[in-house]
């Protein structure tokens, strides 16, 4: 029988740093023929083009995250991300940008900015008929808390510190990386609750997981929606 759910279809995963939250939900995706959205990717293209523009204020990152003209891709195999009609796909996920990212993400208003954006996003996917998996801080509360499955991906800091790491390659060394990936969840959970799965949340821990286990995992709980 096929894995294909319903069109309408809303996942929304969850986690810190290094849990292997992109990787699952681009998985989930093409098993079951959704659109993907990394919602961290938005944070991350403001967080680009601050450091292009040389703004730190809360005030300018929250005028900058407004007047953004933000484009994002949700297909999983193929998600662009253009940023005033940039491409920084690749950019953003340079270790320098990694590194602030947490400056803008810290600012309430600008979550607020882009929190609205990726609801709009999942609407708009929704009403063209497809269902869209989404990742990221605050999607299984604050983005979307009425999605039909809701997780939270965790894993042993040691396991996604050597995740991130493996990422980057030896662009970085590892005790930047796990600078970066502890310093940015405490940074984070300051606004957004990643940490503890809320009501009715699944907690899938991958330390001990592959991919395509952990993807597995996701797909089992999205058959049991429409069972």
């Avoid at 891709?73 to 193929?78: L, N, R, S």
């Avoid at 999942?122 to 605050?138: K, P, Q, S």
């Avoid at 060394?173 to 796990?178: G, I, T």
Wanted: hydrophobic share 45%.
């Amino acid at each position: 029988m096929s894995e294909q759910q319903p069109s309408t279809l809303v996942i929304a995963i969850d986690g810190p740093s290094g849990s292997g939250k992109s990787s699952t939900a681009k998985g989930v995706a093409r098993r079951l023929g959704l659109a993907f959205l990394d919602t961290g990717s938005m944070y991350r293209a403001c967080a680009w083009q601050a450091a292009e523009d040389g703004v730190s204020d809360a005030a300018d990152l929250v005028a900058l995250a407004r007047a953004a003209d933000l484009q994002v891709g949700t297909d999983p195999d193929d998600a662009r991300v253009r940023m005033n009609g940039t491409d920084v796909t690749e950019a953003i996920r340079l270790p320098q940008i990694s590194a602030e990212v947490s400056k803008v993400a810290v600012v309430p208003e600008v979550r607020g900015e882009l929190v609205r954006r990726q609801r709009e996003i999942v609407a708009d996917t929704l009403a063209g008929g497809r269902g869209i998996v989404l990742e990221g801080r605050d999607t299984t509360t604050v983005v979307t808390p009425e999605a039909d499955v809701r997780v939270l991906l965790v894993a042993d800091p040691d396991a996604r510190v050597a995740r991130r790491h493996a990422e980057l390659g030896e662009v970085v060394d590892v005790a930047a990386v796990s600078d970066q990936v502890i310093r940015r969840d405490r940074d984070d959970s300051t606004v957004a609750a990643f940490t503890e799965a809320a009501d009715g949340v699944v907690v899938v821990d991958s330390t001990e997981l592959t991919l395509e286990q952990v993807v597995d995992a996701v797909v089992a709980l999205a058959g049991k929606v429409h069972a």
